[in-house]
């Protein structure tokens, strides 16, 4: 007999408790075990005025935001909605069923103010990072190191050609007025820009991804034991600030937790002498780092490899055992040998090149040969060496879990263009996105169901 739904579905009473519709799979109460939001509340507290009517839970705040990026809702007025509609959102967000949903502008406005102030996102990361050391997450061994470009909120529509002479208006917009005021701190402010956003100045066009776009880069430090990103930062999209922010991140969790990797495993982009000179020399850490090398030769011909270094002599060997020396020259006001890249000109005699059999292979259109060795050498001699090792086989295969976080990052939390301008739009945004795939590695190796048994411990 085939039924049929009765149309009466209104009862005039309902028991019904919110706890009991979650279940412990459900994603939201795994992440909810793992959260605590105590230190946050001290550190916010002299940010509040002590009187006058209370405002709204910061911590419910940040729970809906949570909400939004393990779902990829970016738009906090839907964010609002979908809480209105969705228990299991109400639930971790702590709200009854006929509790109030706060208006969506009320993010903007505490964004702003208090929490970009008391740098708020950065604690909640923070701790959630102490959380996964806590529950033995983090290993502290191998730390691995990328950034993946992000589109900013900046239409191609509004690029000028660079450099753009900026003047103060009272019409500009918040992420001008901050690319104004970091021209005096930040370094990266000040680069040269060929094509400059009128809307979100810092940042960078790039157009080797595709069609030309303005680009963030979201960098990456992570603990390759179970993928943990330690410690996340915003930088326009060019190569030289991702390399400094990895300094700034290693420096950091140092600080903060007092960990500091025995290996530091990176792409080629991060093998610039100056860097590699300051993770052998500096940070005593092992680089698994392939070397920036351009002066390996063209197929046929001699290149820097061919060219044995003699570290006594301080001078090279060419392929037919004759001498490059620097300072072959004598001033009569002594020069420093060091160039403006950093580097010592080697050069060989003309007398030996001008007889040798081997020039078609070595400098066929110059008179003699000039090798340029770095003044950071030793350092990128310590990565040339750890990358004909084993142990560097595994630190590429390792390097490759950086990317399966921006591949997770992109597809499954829908996290390629950002919403908020300006980097500190993008430092948020960037913070909130690794909370939540900690969060979520958190969950996925730690989660324990609760115990509903009267006198069972509580986990918190
Ligand atoms: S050309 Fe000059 S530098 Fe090159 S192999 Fe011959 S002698 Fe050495």
Redo the contacts with the bound molecule.
């Keep these: 007999m085939m039924g049929q739904l009765p149309a009466q579905q209104n009862a005039l009473f309902y028991e019904f408790c919110l706890e009991k519709h979650i279940p412990d799979e459900h994603l939201l109460r795994q992440i909810d075990q793992f959260l605590d939001f105590d230190q946050t509340r001290v550190h916010l507290d002299p940010f509040y005025s002590h009187t006058g009517r209370p405002s709204i839970d910061p911590e419910l705040m940040i729970r809906m935001l949570l909400i939004g990026y393990c779902y990829g809702i970016r738009s906090e007025r839907r964010i609002c909605e979908e809480i209105r509609y969705n228990l299991a959102y109400r639930w971790f967000c702590r709200l009854g069923l006929e509790d109030e949903i706060p208006d969506h502008s009320t993010f903007s406005k505490n964004r702003h103010g208090r929490f970009r102030e008391a740098d708020l996102l950065r604690l909640v990361f923070d701790t959630v990072v102490q959380r996964c050391n806590d529950e033995g997450l983090i290993k502290g061994e191998g730390f691995a190191t990328d950034a993946s470009y992000i589109k900013a909120d900046a239409s191609r529509q509004r690029m000028v050609d660079g450099p753009v002479d900026w003047k103060p208006a009272p019409t500009q917009s918040r992420a001008v007025r901050e690319y104004l005021d970091a021209l005096d701190t930040d370094p990266s402010a000040t680069r040269t820009q060929k094509k400059v956003s009128t809307t979100d100045p810092m940042a960078q066009w790039a157009g080797d991804k595709g069609p030309g776009q303005f680009y963030y880069s979201t960098n990456y430090l992570i603990d390759i034991e179970h993928n943990v990103i330690m410690d996340v930062e915003p930088t326009p999209a060019y190569r030289i600030a991702e390399v400094t922010s990895t300094q700034t991140m290693i420096d950091r969790v140092e600080e903060n937790l007092g960990i500091k990797p025995k290996r530091l495993i990176a792409d080629t982009a991060y093998g610039s002498a100056a860097m590699l000179d300051w993770v052998v020399e500096q940070k005593q850490i092992e680089p698994h780092i392939p070397v920036l090398d351009k002066s390996q030769g063209k197929p046929g011909m001699?290149g820097r490899s061919d060219f044995s270094w003699d570290n006594a002599a301080d001078c090279y060997h060419?392929?037919?055992g004759?001498l490059?020396r620097s300072r072959s020259r004598h001033f009569k006001n002594p020069r420093s040998p060091v160039t403006k890249a950093n580097t010592i000109i080697y050069r060989?005699s003309q007398h030996?090149?001008k007889t040798?059999e081997?020039?078609s292979r070595?400098?066929p259109n110059t008179s003699?040969?000039k090798i340029a060795r770095s003044i950071y050498e030793s350092s990128r001699d310590v990565a040339r060496d750890i990358c004909e090792t084993p142990e560097y086989l595994q630190s590429r295969k390792d390097r490759k879990k950086v990317e399966v976080l921006f591949a997770h990052l992109k597809r499954v939390m829908n996290f390629d263009r950002l919403r908020l301008r300006g980097i500190t739009g993008a430092h948020d945004e960037f913070l909130l996105a690794a909370t939540v795939q900690n969060l979520k590695k958190l969950a996925q190796q730690r989660f324990k169901p609760p115990d509903y048994r009267i006198g069972a411990p509580v986990l918190c």
């Design positions: 001699y060419c392929p037919a004759k490059l060989s030996d090149c040798c081997l020039k070595c400098c003699h040969r």
